[in-house]
């Protein structure tokens, strides 16, 4: 509890960090320095924090009532919340390919999450995410100047047996300059001890209940050894937890001692993970990045699927949960926290925001033009860093290969999902089924609305098909 109480002093935050400016001592032409130092401080170093299975309603600030997230909250009060952030999957893989790629996952065929290579194979999947793109996000901060980094999870193939191809690209390949990471290739951990290869790591019971630990202090020593270079820094921090497996210490328990197992395991991995970002903020503050960093906060999905998230973890009271594409699977926390930029204390209720649109907007900031023959599913909103409204228009489009539902699922029906403006249509597989809510009224999705509107329903289902019509087909394997 000492920990955690130190923590509430200490600022939780996903960042972009901004840059500390090259200085040439080389020099006397005043206009020249004052030039480069203009253009420098314009190449905020940037640290995105992404949580894994991280709800909605996991937060203080977006919530909670009985977690303890005080740095998280913290960050929110120091910058603004965003409340209509979505990712493009309610599962991790297809979540994080469209951060790193700019496109729906659907158009890499990364429709679930990277296992083995037989299930791979059976849901028409590769093995990993295509490493011949022409355009992935650390590579185009690499090409803009930034020193980029990878730190936590990857989850975009590879990661050791039995789950992860050994001869998957390591996540360098992309364009980052140092990684270590867990589910992928290359450096990795044991226990909390730097690994030099793949390690296979969720049966490392001193790496579940470390991992926030030990990601947040690699983070912090790449911080440390690069902050006085020329080039602005670019880290993916992307955390564990609270994926399960869950295990966490009987310290990490003691603030929820008293509570029902599930809400004392569930709620200890939040709080622990909140702390460790908490340390974070603080080293940005001694470090002086402090002002000079953009930070932002999201996770790659909704509560897990699966105890203790299946009876504890919230959405807020959205519909669904990990793996749906309902609202509760993909409406997630938001984050930004940029000093001296994004006004403190605000709350954005109006900007529909997508992590299809990271790779452009992280690009726009960094001055990179994207190139002529590459085209993003996303668009850049930059415009939220000057403390203006984004205004979406590019409609957002989910596609799940995998419905199924029953009586623990009672959601997983939709297989397809398109959002205009302030309308999302459901579909089945077959359209067989197709519901119509106004999002911006009713987030809960409790009130179909295509009977009422027969003109929307079917304009956005016209949208939806044309859209998958672009995909891989269902059913068509990968060619080896």
Known sequence: ??????????????????????????????????????????????????????GY????CYGATEVATPNIDKLAKQGTKYTQFHVTSGVCSPSRTSVITGHFPARHRVHGHF?????????????????????????????????????????????????????APEPKVYGYDETRVWNGNGPTWKGDQLWPTTR???????????SSRIVVDATIDFLKRNKKKASPM?????????????????????????????????????????????????????MGLDEDTLVIFSSDNGPAHVPPALFVGSTGGM???????????????????????VNAGAIDSTSVLSAVDLLPTFAALAGKKLPVDYQPDGESFTAIFDNNLFKRSKPLFWDWRFPTQSASRPNGWV?????????????????ERVELY???????????????????????????????????????????
């Open 234 to 286: 670019f880290v993916n921090l992307w955390l564990k937890d609270p994926h399960t497996p869950l295990w966490p210490t009987d310290e990490q328990r003691t603030p929820y001692k008293d509570l029902d197992p599930d809400k004392e395991t569930y709620y200890a991995v939040l709080t622990d993970a909140d702390f460790h970002i908490g340390r974070l903020m603080k080293a940005l503050n001694e």
């Open 319 to 341: 519909k669904g949960r990990k793996v749906d594409i309902t609202q509760g699977g993909v409406n997630v926390p938001f984050i930004v926290r940029w000093p001296g930029r």
């Open 57 to 60: 309603g996991d937060l203080g």
């Open 200 to 210: 296979y790591m969720d049966s490392d019971s001193t790496w579940v209940h470390s």
């Open 438 to 480: 106004n999002i911006y009224d009713d987030r809960f999705e409790s009130k179909d609305l295509s009977q009422e509107n027969p003109m929307k329903t079917k304009e956005l289902l016209a949208m939806l098909e044309e859209w998958q019509e672009q995909l891989p087909k269902r059913g068509e394997r990968i060619k080896e």
């Open 115 to 167: 296992a083995g290579n037989e299930p791979n194979a059976n849901r028409n999947m590769p093995n990993w995410l295509d490493e011949t793109l022409p355009v992935y996000m650390p590579r185009l901060m690499q090409q803009a100047g930034y020193t980029t980094a990878h730190f936590g999870k990857w989850h975009l193939g590879g990661g050791g047996l039995p789950h992860g191809d050994l001869s």
């Open 1 to 54: 509890m000492d920990q955690i109480g130190k923590s509430i002093k200490n600022i939780v935050v996903i960042s972009f960090l901004g840059c500390i400016l090259p200085f040439s001592c080389q020099t006397n032409n005043k206009k020249e320095k004052q030039a480069q130092k203009v253009e420098t401080k314009n190449q905020p170093n940037i640290l995105f924090i992404f949580a894994d299975d991280w």
């Open 415 to 431: 297989s397809g999902a398109v959002r205009d403006g302030n309308w999302k249509l459901l579909a089945d597989e077959n359209q």
